[in-house]
């Protein structure tokens, strides 16, 4: 079984700050794993996602997230927020074929202030 | 490249009666996903497609949701009766082979009066 732990359910953050949105995953298998983004009224847009190769992942708009797996963590990093980051993040996990359900976390919303 | 495209954006309707929503995908994906969120809540799984086949449906309510992908192409999910509880988005979603990303359509919001 396969599951995803959000830490946060609302970060806030300054503009020109750093950004830490924290994940946790489960999994029974080596697992895949995603960061999607949601804007208000907009469908889910991948950022960036780790299948098996390098463990710092880097995504669009500057977001990166490192898969650590002796912690079993997936936290979405930026180095400095933009007011058009605010939105919802969704961590998401699933296995390397696919074909399993994407199983997603229930979000983390990020406000970033002028 | 087109994405995938959902239809209606919005829809409100009162309990017990029917609704259909339809989703379109990205040319040549042979996987076509529906998700439902609930608000404040990430998108749950509720029927995967294979082309015109269903590969899991179980967390499908059988006995009020219905969906279908005849030519393998588009998709149909539908509701019938709808209740309170059904509020939500729906979404499609859609993944070429030897891929593992999913690709979003924008989402069709329910609202059950």
């Known amino acids: 079984a396969q599951s995803v732990t959000q830490l946060d359910s609302h970060v806030s953050v300054s503009e020109g700050t750093p950004v830490l949105l924290r994940c946790n995953y489960s999994s029974s298998y080596s697992p895949s794993l995603f960061w999607y983004v949601q804007h208000p009224n907009k469908g889910l847009q991948l950022l960036l996602k780790y299948t098996s190769a390098a463990t710092l992942v880097k995504g669009i708009n500057g977001f990166e997230a490192e898969f650590k797996k002796s912690e079993t963590s997936f936290h979405l990093t930026k180095p400095s927020a933009h007011m058009s980051d605010a939105a919802e993040y969704f961590c998401?996990?699933?296995?390397?074929?696919?074909?399993?359900?994407?199983?997603f976390g229930k979000g983390t919303r990020l406000s970033v202030i002028a | 490249e087109a994405g995938v495209a959902q239809s209606p954006r919005y829809k409100i309707i009162e309990k017990r009666q029917s609704v259909a929503f339809w989703c379109n995908p990205i040319?040549?994906?042979?996987?076509l996903y529906w998700y439902q969120q609930i608000l404040g809540q990430g998108p749950k799984l509720l029927i995967q497609?294979?082309?015109?086949?269903?590969?899991?449906d179980s967390q499908l309510p059988k006995d009020r949701f219905s969906a279908e992908r005849l030519k393998g192409v588009d998709s149909t999910l539908k509701i019938q009766p709808a209740k309170l509880e059904d509020s939500a988005v729906y979404l499609c979603a859609s993944r070429g082979q030897r891929e593992e990303t999913q690709y979003f359509g924008p989402g069709t919001r329910l609202l059950v009066l």
């Open positions: 497609f294979q082309n015109n086949g269903v590969v899991d």
């Open positions: 998401v996990v699933s296995d390397r074929t696919g074909n399993t359900p994407l199983v």
């Open positions: 040319s040549g994906h042979a996987t």
